[in-house]
């Protein structure tokens, strides 16, 4: 079955937040890394539960998923009734930790 995948305004600015950053370095690799994040991020209509739910679910209150980006959490929400999968934020996996006024 695919799902319809519905990206945030967060997940979207948290996306051209790290492309700018990298872009300071590299133009190249920012545009490489931005256009690899949105082929995974799509890419997640399909089987988007072929991924794990991430350990700060209990504390999210939901069945919240991730899915790696290079040192970046793709980090996203299966919402099965509507047939949607819905990306909250991308967010540098050494950062602490979820929580929810980060998904909300």
Do not use: C
């Not at 920012?30 to 209990?58: C, H, M, Q, Y």
């Not at 793709?74 to 979820?98: C, G, M, N, Q, T």
């Amino acid at each position: 079955m695919a799902y319809r995948v519905i990206v945030t305004p967060s997940a979207i600015l948290d996306l051209e937040e790290y492309a700018d950053y990298i872009s300071q370095d590299s133009p190249k690799q920012a545009k490489e890394w931005l256009i690899k994040a949105w082929a995974t991020i799509f890419s997640l209509g399909d089987n988007p539960r072929r991924f794990a739910v991430i350990a700060e679910a209990d504390e999210l209150g939901a069945e919240v998923r991730d899915v790696l980006h290079y040192s970046h959490r793709i980090v996203f929400l299966v919402k099965a009734a509507d047939d949607v999968v819905e990306i909250l934020r991308v967010y540098h996996s050494a950062r602490k930790p979820l929580t929810e006024k980060d998904i909300r």
